[in-house]
């Protein structure tokens, strides 16, 4: 069979590094280009041919359902299933076993909830079933791999091993890693242990080599993304809406910005770089925004600056504040002439005084 028509979603996970992005939201429903962002990985799913997606949940479980209900408005049948204790992405996978309905040989693709890709879906299952492996998986080449774990592949793109972060040069024999995305052939997945943690990624697929399993990377290096941290979340927002990263599910053309339609962007204000600027947000006279997302309802007033940055949900800027590479959770409250850059992170519902925080130029 060459077509998946079942996925799950493993969208557990706490986002913790996202922090304060995930106070309030699990990292998969943190608006991306106006929509949450597995809304863009449930409309690729769908556009590659999968009907029915098991989402695996855990923390803030509760506010997925309410918002997709049955997945009818996308297309698709979406089911729920929530961990009562985080169990990894093995467990995960495992856990939601009893709601796929494909017969022992079909093919289940496996999705993390973090990752925005430009993979090919279609040709990732083809190749699953033309190599006719236990477990495909999506491999990417990265310039730095020292942070991932290392896949690499013989000349036929069979996985030769599982390689732990490498820690030396001459640990590095390859620029493959594991991109987050995976086809299983359906019984595979009864062979994960149930009801207790297991990772996918360090005890699954080594344990599968090691029994003599066929493991099958391919590899596509299209456009790939973890949005873990609060920068690699804007970035990734920002290139749905220039186009760099494909999704049926921006609402609206892809250009420089995107402004949702209850927004109020004064006349001269500047928006630029793929800026989002979300429900009921007010963009006052001589702003400029770059690079940015700005959630609902927020206030960026006149004269201020921000760029790479993330306004959360009912925030609000000051007049004249400078923000470069910053995060401002849901509710805060950043006074007038403030500089805030390079990483800083004011909590929900913080209050900055005005003229409070400024970096010179020589820290």
């Given amino acids: ?6 996925a799950i979603l493993l969208v557990g996970g706490k986002g913790t590094r996202l922090r304060p992005l995930t106070v309030h939201t699990p990292k998969p429903m943190v608006p991306a280009a106006g929509v949450p962002f597995l809304t863009h990985q449930l409309a690729r799913a769908r556009a590659a041919g999968v009907e029915h997606i098991v989402l695996a949940t855990s923390y803030l479980a509760e506010v997925f359902e309410p918002y997709f209900g049955d997945g009818s408005s996308l297309g698709l049948s979406i089911e729920y299933v929530t961990e009562d204790e985080p169990l990894g992405t093995g467990g995960a996978i495992r856990n939601v076993a009893s709601r796929l309905t494909s017969g022992p040989d079909e093919p289940v693709i496996v999705f993390n909830g973090d990752i925005l890709t430009g993979l090919d879906i279609r040709a990732l299952v083809a190749a699953h079933a033309t190599s006719g492996a236990d477990v495909s998986l999506h491999l990417t080449r990265v310039e730095d791999p020292r942070a991932f774990g290392l896949v690499p592949t013989d000349d036929t793109g069979r996985v030769t091993a599982f390689l732990e972060k490498p820690q030396t040069p001459e640990e590095i024999v390859t620029d493959q890693i594991n991109a987050g995305a995976y086809v299983f052939r359906r019984s595979v997945v009864d062979t994960i242990p149930a009801g207790r943690p297991v990772s996918v990624e360090r005890e699954t697929f080594p344990g599968l080599l090691a029994s003599g399993a066929h493991l099958q ?30 999704s049926p599910a921006v609402p609206g053309r892809c250009g420089d910005r995107l402004v949702l339609p209850t927004a109020s962007v004064a006349a001269d ?58 995060v401002v959770g849901d509710g ?24 409070s925080v400024r970096f010179s130029s020589d820290q």
Avoid at 220 to 244: C, E, H, I, K, N
Avoid at 335 to 348: F, H, K, T
Wanted: proline residues 3%.
């Fill in 1 to 6: 069979m060459t077509e998946a028509r079942e």
């Fill in 217 to 246: 990377g391919m590899v596509d290096s299209t456009y790939w993304l973890d949005l873990g941290t609060p920068q690699a979340f804007v970035r990734g927002s920002a290139d749905l809406v220039l186009g760099r990263a494909p």
């Fill in 269 to 326: 204000a500047k928006l630029s770089g793929g800026t989002v600027v979300g429900e009921g947000a007010v963009i006052g006279e001589g702003a400029r925004i770059t690079g940015s997302t700005v959630l609902d309802g927020a206030v960026v007033e006149p004269g201020a600056v921000v760029t790479d940055s993330l306004i959360g949900a009912g925030a609000r800027i000051g007049s004249r504040s400078v923000l470069t590479g910053a």
């Fill in 332 to 355: 805060a409250h950043v006074g007038a002439d403030n500089e805030l850059r390079d990483g800083i992170r004011i909590w929900c519902g913080a209050v900055l005084p005005d003229a």
